[in-house]
C-alpha cells in the first residue's frame, strides 16, 4: 500500500471509491425512488397458450350487449373549473357517481361527488336535482349505493351510517324514513353502509364496509349480523370490505366481497351457498371486484376495477364472458370503462355506473 | 501497517454509513404491515390487495387496467372512492384541482409524493408533510417570497378551517395554521405558516393548488389574502 503513503493520492482512492459505493446504492436502491422511464398501457385480458385441440379460449367470448345510452361525468368534461359548475344550469356534472337504479320510467342517480340525487331522462339529460335544498336529509355523505322498492330508493348515505328512503311517487321526492345503523355489540366502528338490497319482505340488507358485515335491518326494527364475523377475513363466512349486495329471483343474497377477489351467494337464512371467482389478474377473476346483478336467468353480472370490464358467469359460478371492451372480440382494444362500479339489471337492461365515466345502459343481446 | 489498517476501517465506517442512510430512506415492501394498507388477515396476505404475483404485466405486478390510460389511479382509486375506504376520495375528484401527476410514468405518479408501503409520514408520504415535502421539488421559500415558517399571530385567518372530513359538509375552502411541529392544525389565532396553509396538493379551488380563490369574479378583492390580510 505503498500509495497511500500519498496524502493526494489516498483522498483520490477515497473519492472514487465513494462515488463507486454511491452508484452502486442508486442502482440498486435509489432506482426505486426516483424516475423510470414510462411504460406503455397493456391489456390485462391475456391468453394462455392453448394446448393442442384445446376449446376457444374463454377471454375471446364477449356477451353480447349493445349500448343504449350514456352519461360522460365530470372526469372526462373539462377542467376543474367547468366542472364545478353543478347547480341548476342546464349542462350538469355528475361527480364520481357510485348508483343508479330505474323505478317505471324513471331513472335516479346517485350524484356521490355532489353528495344529491339527480334524475335522469332517458336520453340522459338531468330532470330533477334532489339535494339538501330540497331536503336537507337529502345533503347526502358519499353515498354509495342505492336499490328501489315499490316508488321508494333506499340510499346508503355511507358517510353518516343511515339508510334513507325516498319516496318518488307522482313526481314528489318526500324523505319517508332515515334508519341510523347503531354499532353491533363487539364492534369497532359505526357501520359505513356501502352495499344495499331489499327484499320482497322489505328487508333490507347493508354492506358494513367498517365492520366488515353484512347487516340485515328487518321490517319490525330489528337490525342484526347476516354475515360476517367484524373483522377481515376470508373463509365461506368471512368477508373483506363486502360491497355491492344483490337478489335473485329465490331471494339468495350475493355479497361482493371486495379485497378477497369473490362474490359469496348465501340462502335467505344465510346458508353459505357458492362462491364465484377468486383474486387474480386473467378474465375470470377478480381485482377489487365492485359491483353484482342477477339477470333473470340467474348469470351473475360482476363488475371489476383491474379489468375494467363487467363480467359474467352462469348460475353455477363458470365463466361466459365480459362485457366492456372497446371493439368486442379484439381484447386489445381497451376498455370504454374507466372505474366501473355498481350495476342494476331490469329486464333486458344492464345499467353500469362507472364512478369516472359515468351511467351506462346496455340492452343485453341473446 | 497501521496507516493501511486504518485507511481500510475508514472506508468500511463511510461504506455502512451511507448504507444505512440508503436504508433508512427506502421503506421496505414488508413495511406495509404496520401501516393502514395492512388488510390481509390470517392466511390471507396483505401484499394480495394491491399485486398479483402471476400472470402480471406491468412493474407493480399489478396489471393496469385500460380503462382510465395507464398509472397508479386505477389502483389507488378503486379503494380510495368511498367503498373499501371513505379516506382520500377528494384527491379523485373532478371538480377540484389535483396536483399534477404523469400517469405511467415510475415516480413521477401517486408515487411522486405517496409511499403506499409506508407508515412513517402522515398520509402515507415519503417526507413530513409540511415544508418538506413540498420543497422535494418547489423551492418557493426565501426572501422573495411570501414568508412562511413565520408566526401568524399579527394577521390571524379569519377562515381557519380546511376540512375535508369536516360533517356534514367537507370544507375545502379556508386556510390553516400549522404549528412548528409542521403536523398539527392550530385553530386559536397563533401559529406558523407553511406551504399548507395556502396551498394544497388535494382538492384546491385553484390551478396554482390554492385553497381559496385568490381573485374575485366581480371586483379587485382576493379571498386568499384577504382572509388574513383583512
Known amino acids: ?366 | 501497517m497501521r496507516r493501511t489498517v486504518r485507511f481500510v476501517l475508514v472506508m468500511v465506517g463511510v461504506a455502512v454509513m451511507t448504507l444505512f442512510a440508503a436504508a433508512v430512506a427506502y421503506a421496505g415492501p414488508g413495511d406495509v404491515i404496520g401501516t393502514k394498507h395492512n388488510l390481509g388477515s390470517a392466511g390471507n396476505p396483505a401484499c394480495l390487495v394491491c399485486h398479483t404475483p402471476h400472470d402480471a404485466k406491468g412493474s407493480y405486478l399489478w396489471a393496469r387496467n385500460v380503462g382510465s390510460g395507464s398509472g397508479l389511479k386505477p389502483l389507488c382509486y378503486s379503494c380510495h372512492d368511498g367503498t373499501v375506504t371513505n379516506t382520500g376520495s377528494y384527491a379523485f375528484d373532478a371538480t377540484k384541482y389535483q396536483h399534477p401527476v404523469t400517469p405511467g410514468s415510475k415516480g413521477q405518479d401517486c408515487d411522486r409524493c405517496h409511499n403506499p408501503h409506508s407508515n412513517t409520514w402522515k398520509f402515507l408520504t415519503l417526507s413530513q408533510t409540511n415544508a418538506d415535502l413540498c420543497t422535494t421539488c418547489h423551492g418557493k421559500s426565501g426572501s422573495n417570497n411570501h414568508p412562511i415558517d413565520v408566526l401568524a399571530d399579527k394577521w390571524p385567518p379569519t377562515d381557519q378551517v380546511w376540512d375535508p372530513k369536516a360533517t356534514p359538509t367537507p370544507d375545502f375552502s379556508g386556510t390553516r395554521l400549522w404549528d412548528s411541529a409542521g403536523t398539527t392544525v392550530v385553530t386559536t389565532g397563533s401559529g406558523y405558516v407553511k406551504c399548507l396553509t395556502c396551498h394544497n396538493p388535494h382538492g384546491a379551488s385553484t390551478d396554482t393548488l390554492n385553497t381559496m380563490p385568490t381573485s374575485s369574479a366581480t371586483d379587485g378583492s382576493s379571498p386568499l389574502c384577504q382572509n388574513c390580510h383583512k
Open chain 1, 1 to 366: 500500500m505503498r500509495i497511500l503513503r500519498d496524502k493526494r493520492a489516498a483522498l483520490l482512492l477515497l473519492i472514487i471509491f465513494l462515488g463507486v459505493l454511491g452508484g452502486v446504492t442508486y442502482l440498486t436502491v435509489g432506482r426505486n425512488l426516483t424516475g423510470a422511464p414510462t411504460e406503455e398501457v397493456t391489456t390485462p385480458w391475456q391468453e394462455k397458450t392453448p394446448k393442442p385441440g384445446e376449446e376457444r379460449q374463454v377471454s375471446e367470448l364477449e356477451v353480447p350487449a349493445k349500448l343504449v345510452m350514456h352519461v360522460e361525468a365530470a372526469e372526462a368534461t373539462g377542467s376543474p373549473q367547468e366542472n364545478a359548475s353543478g347547480g341548476a344550469s342546464s349542462r350538469v356534472s355528475l361527480n364520481q357517481p357510485s348508483d343508479m337504479v330505474s323505478i317505471g320510467d324513471r331513472l335516479f342517480v346517485l350524484d356521490s361527488g355532489n353528495g344529491r340525487l339527480v334524475e335522469l331522462d332517458r336520453s340522459g339529460k338531468v330532470v330533477r336535482i334532489l339535494d339538501g335544498t330540497v331536503d336537507e336529509r337529502l345533503a347526502l355523505h358519499l353515498p354509495m349505493a342505492m336499490t328501489a322498492h315499490g316508488d321508494s330508493l333506499y340510499v346508503a348515505d355511507s358517510g353518516s351510517g343511515r339508510v334513507l328512503v325516498v319516496n318518488v311517487a307522482g313526481g314528489e321526492a318526500k324523505v319517508e324514513k332515515v334508519i341510523s345503523l347503531d354499532r353491533l355489540q363487539g364492534d369497532k366502528d359505526t357501520p359505513r353502509p356501502i352495499g344495499i338490497a331489499v327484499n320482497a319482505d322489505g328487508d333490507i340488507f347493508v354492506s358494513d364496509a367498517n365492520n366488515q358485515r353484512v347487516l340485515k335491518c328487518k321490517a319490525d326494527g330489528t337490525v342484526a349480523s347476516f354475515v360476517g364475523t367484524g373483522k377481515r377475513e376470508a373463509g365461506n363466512y368471512g368477508l373483506n370490505a363486502p360491497g355491492s349486495i344483490a337478489l335473485d329471483g329465490q331471494g339468495n343474497i350475493y355479497v361482493v366481497d371486495i379485497l378477497n377477489g369473490r362474490v359469496m351467494k348465501y340462502s335467505p337464512d344465510g346458508k353459505f351457498l357458492l362462491q364465484i371467482g377468486q383474486l387474480g389478474d386473467t378474465v375470470g377473476k377478480f381485482s377489487r371486484p365492485k359491483g353484482v346483478a342477477i339477470d333473470g336467468q340467474g348469470n351473475i353480472f360482476v363488475s371489476d376495477s383491474l379489468q375494467a370490464a363487467v363480467q359474467v358467469f352462469d348460475p353455477q359460478g363458470k365463466y361466459i364472458g365480459l362485457i366492456g371492451r372497446k371493439e368486442p372480440g379484439n381484447k386489445d382494444s381497451g376498455s370504454i370503462f374507466r372505474a366501473p362500479a355498481e350495476l342494476k339489471i331490469v329486464d333486458r337492461l344492464l345499467y353500469v355506473t362507472d364512478r369516472l365515466s359515468g351511467p351506462f345502459i346496455f340492452e343485453l343481446q341473446g
